[in-house]
């Protein structure tokens, strides 16, 4: 092998690893971002169960009272949260799946969940935002089977 052969290997090894590094700083630069506007989604959120005039301008849910908006925004918040966690990696689907079956337990965010179903259907079906509300529909069709089952009184004694 002739020294400019090695040095055109060795000047490609050099430049992939470049844009590896290239590729890493992307990535994180990306992540960055999306925490960065989550941010400012969670401080308009905050904003608007302080005030109910702007919780009025956020919600598109009608038909409640000002301080079961602020309820329903807040378990949107609390929804966002979990899955800011999974996007950026700080849980892994398992952990994902499971905080949102614990949240599915409580009965706001279970009404905030079956009030923003039309709002999930118009995703793109293959976003990570779709994808997650299909898993959690399956969370709140389990845990509607398991209320319902809590409630069977069985006709046999107990031994």
């Known amino acids: ?72 925004i807040f378990a949107n918040r609390q929804y966002g949260i979990i899955l800011l966690a999974y996007r950026v990696g700080v849980i892994d689907r398992g952990e994902l799946l499971g905080d949102l079956k614990v949240l599915s337990r409580n009965s706001v965010f279970a009404e905030y969940w079956q009030r923003t179903a039309e709002h999930r259907q118009l995703l793109p079906e293959e976003s990570l935002e779709a994808r997650t509300g299909r898993a959690v529909d ?22």
């Not at 690893?17 to 999306?34: C, P, Q, S, T």
């Not at 904003?47 to 009272?65: E, K, Q």
């Not at 399956?138 to 031994?159: C, G, H, N």
């Open 1 to 72: 092998m002739s020294n400019q052969e090695e040095s055109a290997g060795n000047l490609l090894r050099a430049l992939n690893a470049v844009a590896d590094g290239l590729a890493g700083i992307v990535k994180e630069m990306h992540r960055a971002n999306v925490i960065q506007i989550q941010r400012l989604f969670a401080e308009q959120l905050d904003r608007s169960i302080d005030d109910p005039l702007l919780a009025d301008a956020l919600s598109t849910l009608g038909d409640i009272s000002a301080s079961r908006r602020r309820q329903m």
């Open 138 to 159: 399956a969370v709140m069709d389990e845990r509607l089977d398991d209320l319902e089952e809590w409630w069977v009184v069985s006709s046999e004694p107990d031994t």
